[in-house]
């Protein structure tokens, strides 16, 4: 307390002096002072040093790249970025190729790949948060961010030893750039006591109008059955050859390609593996979802339209345009998709339905990577126990008239009283004791009937996190039913030890 007091009285006293001293000597003492303008230009000094301090690159090395893509709304797409492995390299003081292994993480030399902060220049020591061992997500100022709402380009590198180039794959979180926005980042690189920094000005940019002149067009036709797949079928009738030559086209890789919006403009942006698009039940531009009929994409010379699980009944049709454009020239395609009934090439067995019992086990080693077991074709099993074609067996799964059960038949039943499957049906996730459970912590393996119009086998496969990475067995019994006729299967799943694990 008494020192307080002493530091008290002292400022007090200070301030009286001050006080007396100031009366008559300055008038606006107490007034807000006005800078002059050395001290305005020695603030401005002072804070030009300070911003340039931030705008340093810690580097020996500084290479600058800029890249443009087209902004979308549903793609991470992008564009590539080379950069200079040989000056990167000879830089460090390092071989090439071993650089670039180091930097695809297949070891070598002890070379750390890292990140400069866009706002501070700060180092960030993280070699990576995207799909790439070295590379980053980053945000509008082009600081290093996880993947999410702040995101807005990444970058991921990879070195082709049969090329010897690097290179960046630079691409976007759909949806968050907006038209001419830039945004500057840094990747680098330490070896010892050097440092090499890569900066990378990405830009989104819109796509124009489509103005170009129709040189060739062609109608085809594509019949059919339906498919819940995804599987895709080529239409026949394009000549690949003659709409390149058209075009005027060196390659295929040259190419866009687009389809008609419902305003009859094109569109553009893929919308389906690229290049590709989902049409809408008009045959119009759309998106995967219940509105959506077919998509198109482009594969090896060949047009390949693939159909929306549940959407394309036999006797249902779409008419669709994809078409090819290059400089300014488009060789239109319209497709009409016809959904024809199946043509059933087999005859069912006679005699009367009888109901069966059989033993399976299925086998496959322990993996994180879910995995399935090969498949046990009970394709000729279930024919002779329901008398019917194996496509007649595939409908009635798909309809739900049959029902694949764990148990018994009924068992854990939607409303309408069909199996409600907890895996792809027909299938579903088990538990440690065989039992149906949905996916989720309890869940240690999965048991399908993988169907089709000419295929009905079982498969397994284990949880990466649930099940014991030394092996575990699960037993359990799953019934085909139909109409009061059983194919009852006694199941032993039988998931090993990987084989480096065992003894």
């Given at each position: 307390m008494k020192k307080l007091s002493y530091i008290l009285s002292g400022l007090l006293i200070a301030g009286s002096s001050a006080l007396f001293s100031s009366c008559g000597d300055n008038e606006n003492f107490w007034g807000p002072h006005t800078l002059t303008d050395d001290e305005i230009a020695e603030m401005a000094r002072q804070d030009s040093i300070k911003q340039a301090q931030r705008e340093r690159i810690d580097a020996d090395l500084i290479l600058e790249y800029n890249v443009e893509f087209y902004l979308s709304s549903n793609a991470y797409d992008g564009g590539p970025v080379e950069i200079d492995m040989d000056k990167i390299a000879a830089e460090l003081g390092v071989d090439k190729d071993a650089l670039g292994a180091a930097l695809n993480g297949e070891g070598g030399l002890d070379v750390a790949g890292f990140a400069i902060e866009g706002s501070t220049h700060a180092d960030n020591m993280t070699s990576s948060n995207s799909g790439a061992y070295w590379g980053h997500w980053w945000d509008k100022d082009g600081n290093v961010k996880n993947w999410g709402d702040e995101a807005m380009v990444f970058a991921e590198f990879n070195y082709d030893a049969e090329t010897g180039k690097g290179v960046f794959n630079v691409g976007q979180y759909p949806g968050h750039l907006v038209a001419n926005q830039e945004v500057k980042f840094i990747e680098a690189l330490k070896y010892q006591d050097k440092r090499v920094a890569i900066v990378i000005t990405a830009k989104g940019v819109e796509r124009g109008e489509v103005k170009a002149t129709i040189v060739a067009s062609n109608t085809l036709t594509l019949s059919t059955a339906p498919n819940d797949t995804y599987a895709t079928v080529a239409v026949e009738g394009f000549d690949a050859d003659a709409a390149l030559a058209a075009l005027g086209a060196g390659s295929w890789a040259d190419v866009a390609w687009v389809c008609t919006n419902a305003d009859g403009s094109y569109a553009q942006?893929?919308?389906?593996?690229?290049?590709?698009?989902?049409?809408?039940?008009?045959?119009?531009?759309?998106?995967?979802?219940?509105?959506?009929?077919?998509?198109?994409?482009?594969?090896?010379?060949?047009?390949?339209?693939?159909?929306?699980?549940?959407?394309?009944?036999?006797?249902?049709?779409?008419?669709?345009?994809?078409?090819?454009?290059?400089?300014?020239?488009?060789?239109?395609?319209?497709?009409?998709?016809?959904?024809?009934?199946?043509?059933?090439?087999?005859?069912?067995?006679?005699?009367?339905?009888?109901?069966?019992?059989?033993?399976?086990?299925?086998?496959?080693?322990?993996?994180?990577?879910?995995?399935?077991?090969?498949?046990?074709?009970?394709?000729?099993?279930?024919?002779?126990?329901?008398?019917?074609?194996?496509?007649?067996?595939?409908?009635?799964?798909?309809?739900?008239?049959?029902?694949?059960?764990?148990?018994?038949?009924?068992?854990?039943?939607?409303?309408?009283?069909?199996?409600?499957?907890?895996?792809?049906?027909?299938?579903?996730?088990?538990?440690?004791?065989?039992?149906?459970?949905?996916?989720?912590?309890?869940?240690?393996?999965?048991?399908?009937?993988?169907?089709?119009?000419?295929?009905?086998?079982?498969?397994s496969g284990n949880h990466p996190e649930n099940c014991n990475p030394a092996g575990q067995t699960i037993k359990t019994k799953v019934i085909l039913e139909k109409d009061g006729i059983t194919a009852t299967y006694n199941v032993t799943i039988d998931i090993t030890a990987p084989a480096a694990t065992r003894k």
């Open positions: 942006e893929y919308s389906a593996d690229a290049p590709g698009f989902w049409y809408d039940k008009e045959g119009f531009s759309g998106a995967w979802g219940d509105n959506a009929s077919v998509f198109a994409t482009f594969q090896e010379g060949q047009i390949l339209i693939g159909q929306m699980p549940g959407q394309m009944t036999a006797g249902s049709t779409v008419t669709i345009n994809f078409s090819a454009m290059y400089d300014n020239k488009i060789v239109e395609n319209i497709v009409t998709v016809v959904i024809a009934a199946y043509e059933d090439p087999e005859t069912a067995p006679e005699g009367e339905p009888a109901s069966i019992e059989k033993e399976l086990t299925l086998t496959k080693p322990y993996d994180a990577d879910w995995g399935a077991t090969d498949e046990i074709d009970v394709k000729e099993e279930l024919r002779q126990c329901f008398k019917m074609t194996t496509y007649q067996i595939f409908s009635a799964l798909k309809s739900g008239e049959m029902n694949l059960w764990v148990g018994e038949v009924g068992a854990d039943a939607n409303e309408d009283g069909t199996a409600a499957y907890t895996a792809d049906a027909p299938g579903y996730w088990l538990g440690s004791e065989g039992q149906r459970v949905a996916w989720g912590d309890e869940a240690i393996a999965y048991l399908n009937l993988g169907i089709s119009e000419e295929s009905l086998a079982f498969y």
